[in-house]
């Protein structure tokens, strides 16, 4: 199963899509459950201007979409 990953960063207003392999630190299996398992302590940042995406559930998920690939 693979999690396609699309990023739209408020901050530089970038769009990035790109594609992860579910593995035992993958933490968003189902995106139906993405408000309950967001990490805000572990920073996931906008591959190109290194914003904090996740500063905040509400942050994370208005710039990132993903999707799961069965
Ligand atoms: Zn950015």
């Known amino acids: 199963m693979g999690l ?3 990023i739209d960063c408020c ?4 769009h990035t899509e790109f594609r992860a392999t ?7 299996v189902d995106a139906s459950h993405l408000a309950d398992n967001i990490d805000t ?3 996931i940042r906008c ?3 290194r914003s ?4 905040s559930r509400t942050d994370f998920l208005r710039q990132v979409k ?3 690939e069965a």
């Open 52 to 55: 904090k995406l996740n500063t």
């Open 4 to 6: 396609n990953y699309t």
């Open 66 to 68: 993903i999707e799961v």
């Open 41 to 43: 302590e572990c920073a």
């Open 22 to 28: 579910t593995n035992s630190r993958t933490r968003y």
């Open 47 to 49: 591959p190109v201007c």
């Open 11 to 14: 901050h530089c207003g970038s």
